[in-house]
């Protein structure tokens, strides 16, 4: 029995937890209804869903939860008794004001009864395996439809050969056209099959396909050492019928951690759950954000479904690097929580930092390659700062979010610290850009005059500035006689009356010409 817990549940849907006097590691048992008219039964480990009961005035419900053995309340809004349930011992979570109780009630039904119920994990599958192997007289894996195995006996004494131990040592079948063939005539039919050594030092074996409502969802596989049991066939079908609950029961487990991790990294893009409890569910602490996107300039006739292709190539080359994944499809970007070390001191510890940073860029940079060629659209990768904690996931994917507005073909994969300069003024932008007194100012007056007047002063004035007010310099990068430079800086000072002599109008001049007018004075002659 594996029993569920407060800190498996949240993070699901919209739940959130307000205190856990117990821990998170508290049990959860089953999901109880509050119903006003009804008294409340004896329920350990239950989780009370405080229907019709405002948050507010959720406080008068905690102790008669405590008094019938409750986990934990869940109240919907913000602001429920924390304080009684912290004085009763009861934890208590919140859901959203728009979620609906029926759906929050199936979720965590769900959930509960995935982590519950007896059987579907990969201990259950071993002790069929021995089962099997003890019925039958013969060593027996279990294996997926990629020949991968899942679980195999350990019942001393029983027969074995080379190819079963290269399995074990690998789990994975070993490979060749003779094993294909067996795979796929097992595969083909309805029960048990007798199979014959594929050399002349292996073993003869004894298959059966492990199917649910037409799928094929793995096989069991009986080494025959000359001494089964009667009736192995009928033992093996009947084996191959619990190992497709098991299998279908882990499946929905995996599926539900899956939407549950998902849902959890999605609140931490968005900076609205708890960063401990996202670490405890998670296993993470120090992260950083890389975002995936299709090249906007391509032509995707059905850029929904590759998104979602993207979103597969994604997870799957981050549970191949990290043995898990926090891989989010959001606004037609793919996001991605990489685990980094902590920022610490020391020699050492920036050297780990290095290394991981070489790693991320590394996978962005394969996953960018492996996604344009499986789904012929270049594929772009922006990676965000490494923050040490979940709680500043959010700042992460907004540095992310700010390199992938900079990206191009020459420069498809970049990390916010390789484009900081740029990032810094796009920031800039975004913030004077929010503000009515950062955007007022001389240089509304310099492009008026130049769009007016068909004058240079916009071009000129930002070539000198960014030849540190050297007139040579800028007459250089304009192409222009230094006496002409000259000439038009005199007249911004005479027509537009800006003092170009003060060095704060200056910095606030470029300022606003460099990230205001977005490149309107790079065009001219």
Excluded at 196 to 208: E, M, Q, S
Excluded at 232 to 237: F, G, H, N, R, S
Excluded at 319 to 343: N, S, T
Excluded at 431 to 458: C, F, I, P, Q, S
């Amino acid at each position: 029995m594996n029993a569920c817990t407060l800190g498996d549940l949240v993070g699901s849907l919209a739940l959130r937890l307000h205190t856990a006097p117990a821990g998170p590691a508290t049990p959860v048992t089953e999901v109880l209804l509050y119903d006003a008219h009804v008294p409340l039964p004896h329920a350990p480990g239950a989780l009370l869903l405080a229907v019709g009961v405002r948050a507010v005035a959720a406080g008068s419900l905690v102790p008669a939860a405590a008094a019938a053995g409750v986990t934990g309340v869940v109240v919907r809004g913000a602001d429920g008794p924390v304080r009684e349930a912290e004085a009763y011992g009861v934890a208590l979570l919140s859901v959203d004001e728009e979620v609906s109780w029926h759906h929050v009630y199936l979720m965590l039904a769900s959930a509960i009864g995935a982590r519950s119920a007896p059987g579907g994990g990969p201990g259950d599958l071993f002790a069929l395996a021995d089962a099997i192997a003890a019925a039958t007289g013969g060593a027996t894996s279990v294996e997926d439809p990629q020949q991968r195995i899942l679980a195999y006996s350990t019942v001393p004494g029983q027969p074995v050969d080379e190819d079963r131990r290269q399995g074990i040592l690998g789990l994975q079948v070993p490979g060749g056209v003779a094993n294909e063939d067996q795979v796929r005539l097992v595969f083909g039919s309805d029960g048990p099959v007798r199979l014959p050594p594929l050399t002349a030092g292996d073993l003869p074996r004894l298959a059966v396909a492990v199917r649910a409502g037409g799928e094929t969802l793995g096989s069991i596989w009986v080494v025959d050492g000359g001494t089964l049991a009667a009736g192995v066939e009928e033992t093996l079908a009947q084996g191959a019928s619990t190992a497709a609950l098991l299998l279908l029961r882990a499946r929905v487990a995996r599926e539900l951690a899956r939407d549950q991790n998902t849902y959890l990294v999605r609140r931490l893009l968005e900076g609205s759950t708890d960063a401990s409890t996202a670490a405890h569910r998670l296993g993470w602490d120090a992260v950083r954000v890389a975002a995936f996107v299709l090249d906007s300039s391509a032509s995707v006739p059905d850029a929904e479904r590759t998104l979602l292709r993207l979103l597969d190539v994604v997870r799957l080359q981050c549970e191949a690097r990290h043995g898990q994944h926090g891989c989010v499809l959001l606004d037609g970007v793919v996001y991605a929580l990489l685990p980094a070390p902590g920022k610490q001191g020391g020699e050492h510890m920036t050297q780990v930092q290095r290394t991981a940073d070489r790693r991320h860029r590394q996978l962005a940079e394969d996953i960018v390659r492996r996604a344009g060629r499986s789904l012929r659209v270049p594929v772009r990768a922006a990676l965000g700062e490494v923050v040490p904690d979940l709680g500043e996931v959010a700042d992460s994917r907004a540095d992310a979010d700010l390199v992938l507005r900079l990206l191009d073909d020459d420069l498809p994969v970049a990390t916010v610290a390789e484009v900081r300069p740029r990032v810094t003024l796009l920031r800039l932008r975004d913030v004077m850009g929010e503000r009515r007194g950062l955007r007022e100012g001389a240089w509304r007056r310099v492009l008026a005059a130049d769009a007016e007047h068909g004058t240079d002063y916009a071009r000129t004035l930002v070539s000198w500035f960014d030849a540190g007010c050297d007139v040579a310099g800028a007459a250089k990068a304009l192409s222009v006689h230094p006496n002409t430079c000259r000439y038009r800086l005199k007249q911004v000072g005479r027509q537009l009356g800006i003092d170009l002599e003060d060095p704060d109008e200056r910095l606030v001049l470029w300022l606003q010409l460099r990230v205001l007018a977005e490149g309107s004075w790079s065009s001219g002659p």
